[in-house]
């Protein structure tokens, strides 16, 4: 069974760029997440999707952060303008509920210049 | 208000002994779920073990153990005979249930390294 696929794995923009990161979860999972790594830091939730609908995005800066998940099922999140604190590891999730274990992707590690 | 503590940064474990791994955690919800989560130095979360709230045993999955003592808010991560690919970092995490709206915290993560 393939895991969450995350792409791309680094991405290196310079601020004020705009960035996309696209997730395909695992099939048959209703529940998508979206966290952000700093480095030595455990992950925070940005946005929580049950299907196509986002139930969970009060930690999502809204201002330049946005998301989607089309059809329930892969996601795009997206950061327009990006700022150098924006650089860290975005990490993709999925569960098959949002009661059971969650399973990662690789992440895609941003840099901001 | 949710919260979940590792109060230790590093830890230190000699090749085929046993270590424990801390993690409190605070919670007003009733039901919830603790969650530990293995990250290598490539990146990748690994998830290890689940130990729900009413659950009357500790979990276990081959090597990891869950200590769970609920009267102490705690949820220890034991690893048995530990090997030198068990050095990473590890997370705890929670989630609550329907009164917190199944939101998952986790926390600072304890960098665990296993000696040769």
């Known amino acids: 069974e393939a895991g969450v696929v995350q792409s791309p794995r680094y991405k290196i923009i310079e601020k004020k760029q705009p960035v996309a990161f696209w997730c395909n979860p695992i099939?048959?999972?209703?529940?998508l997440y979206w966290y952000l790594q700093n480095l030595g830091q455990g992950p925070e939730l940005l946005i929580r999707?049950?299907?196509?609908?986002?139930?969970?995005d009060s930690q999502l800066p809204k201002d330049r952060f946005s998301a989607e998940r089309l059809k329930g099922v892969d996601s795009t999140l997206k950061i327009q303008p990006a700022e150098l604190g924006d650089s860290a590891v975005y990490l993709c999730?999925?569960?098959?509920?949002?009661?059971?274990?969650?399973?990662f992707g690789q992440g895609t590690r941003l840099t901001v210049v | 208000a949710q919260k979940i503590t590792q109060t230790q940064p590093g830890m230190f474990v000699q090749e085929k002994e046993a270590v424990t791994l801390d993690c409190t955690y605070d919670?007003?919800?009733?039901?919830?779920?603790l969650f530990w989560y293995k990250q290598p130095s490539s990146g990748e979360m690994i998830f290890l073990i689940y130990q729900g709230s009413y659950d009357q045993q500790n979990a276990t999955e081959g090597r990891y153990s869950l200590n769970f003592q609920k009267a102490r808010k705690s949820a220890n991560l034991v690893i048995s005979a530990s090997q030198l690919g068990d050095s990473a970092m590890y997370f705890c995490a929670m989630r609550e249930g329907y009164t917190g709206g199944f939101k998952t915290i986790f926390g600072a993560g304890t960098r665990l390294f296993v000696k040769a």
């Open positions: 999707y049950e299907n196509e609908e986002a139930v969970d």
């Open positions: 099939s048959g999972h209703n529940t």
């Open positions: 999730a999925s569960s098959y509920s949002r009661q059971t274990e969650a399973f």
């Open positions: 919670t007003s919800d009733p039901s919830y779920g």
